[in-house]
């Protein structure tokens, strides 16, 4: 697996909670941070902080529900090079019982929470495979879960929905990309960093 050290690494929901302290600590550790979000201010407080200790970072904002803006901005970053690295880390959870599931609301949260973490892992690793020295220097998609990902939850059928396709998605993608050098990774938070993340302003 390729070393965030020199890495070019882009997170999504970059602006706050797991995002915002993925974003720090790899650029402490020499990561090239690509950060997207749709909060402007929280994308400009990380890029100023980021900066403020000597190291690399870009900025978008970038609506993860709309597949032209991921696209457009796809096509924006990866004219500097491809990424070296993919943390999925945007979503969200609208708790609602199931009988009371509002369908703009249940189609909301599948873009959002499974929808565009397939289109921009997709996106990523088709510029990742064509790179050069891929199979040398590997590269990594890393998809957030969530422990509704593994068990059911009251108000959260969605939710669980959305995780438990997340699994399935992630381990299809380390198959077909292994002959790459690409692993596809899945980080499973507990019901601490969840309530962590809510507290922070999104959670996964």
């Given at each position: 697996?390729?070393?965030i050290?020199?890495?070019?690494?882009?997170?999504?929901?970059?602006a706050?909670g797991?995002?915002?302290?993925?974003?720090?600590?790899?650029s402490?550790?020499?990561a090239?941070?690509?950060?997207?979000?749709?909060?402007?201010?929280?994308?400009?407080?990380?890029?100023?902080?980021?900066?403020?200790?000597?190291n690399?970072?870009?900025?978008?904002?970038?609506d993860?529900?709309?597949?032209?803006?991921?696209?457009?901005?796809?096509?924006?970053?990866?004219?500097?090079?491809?990424?070296?690295?993919?943390?999925n880390?945007?979503?969200?959870?609208?708790?609602?019982?199931?009988?009371?599931?509002?369908?703009?609301?249940m189609e909301?949260?599948?873009?959002?929470?499974?929808?565009?973490?397939?289109?921009?892992?997709?996106l990523?690793?088709?510029?990742?495979?064509?790179?050069?020295?891929?199979?040398?220097?590997?590269?990594?998609?890393?998809?957030?879960s969530?422990q509704?990902?593994?068990v059911?939850?009251p108000?959260?059928?969605?939710?669980?929905?959305?995780?438990?396709?997340?699994e399935?998605?992630?381990?299809?993608?380390?198959?077909?990309?292994?002959?790459?050098?690409?692993?596809?990774?899945?980080?499973?938070?507990?019901?601490?960093?969840?309530?962590?993340?809510?507290?922070?302003?999104?959670?996964?």
């Amino acid at each position: 697996m390729t070393s965030i050290s020199g890495s070019r690494i882009l997170i999504t929901g970059a602006a706050s909670g797991f995002g915002r302290l993925m974003a720090l600590q790899m650029s402490k550790r020499g990561a090239k941070m690509v950060l997207w979000d749709i909060n402007k201010e929280g994308l400009t407080s990380i890029k100023k902080e980021i900066e403020s200790q000597g190291n690399q970072v870009e900025t978008m904002i970038c609506d993860l529900r709309d597949r032209e803006e991921i696209n457009s901005c796809a096509i924006e970053v990866l004219k500097s090079g491809p990424i070296d690295i993919l943390v999925n880390n945007a979503g969200n959870n609208i708790p609602e019982h199931f009988t009371k599931v509002k369908t703009k609301n249940m189609e909301y949260l599948v873009k959002i929470n499974t929808v565009a973490t397939f289109n921009l892992a997709q996106l990523c690793a088709l510029k990742m495979i064509k790179s050069k020295n891929r199979k040398k220097i590997g590269g990594a998609i890393v998809n957030m879960s969530s422990q509704m990902g593994h068990v059911g939850g009251p108000i959260r059928s969605v939710y669980n929905m959305n995780k438990w396709g997340l699994e399935g998605l992630t381990r299809g993608m380390a198959i077909d990309l292994a002959k790459y050098n690409i692993s596809c990774l899945l980080y499973t938070s507990d019901h601490a960093d969840e309530e962590d993340s809510v507290e922070h302003g999104g959670l996964r």
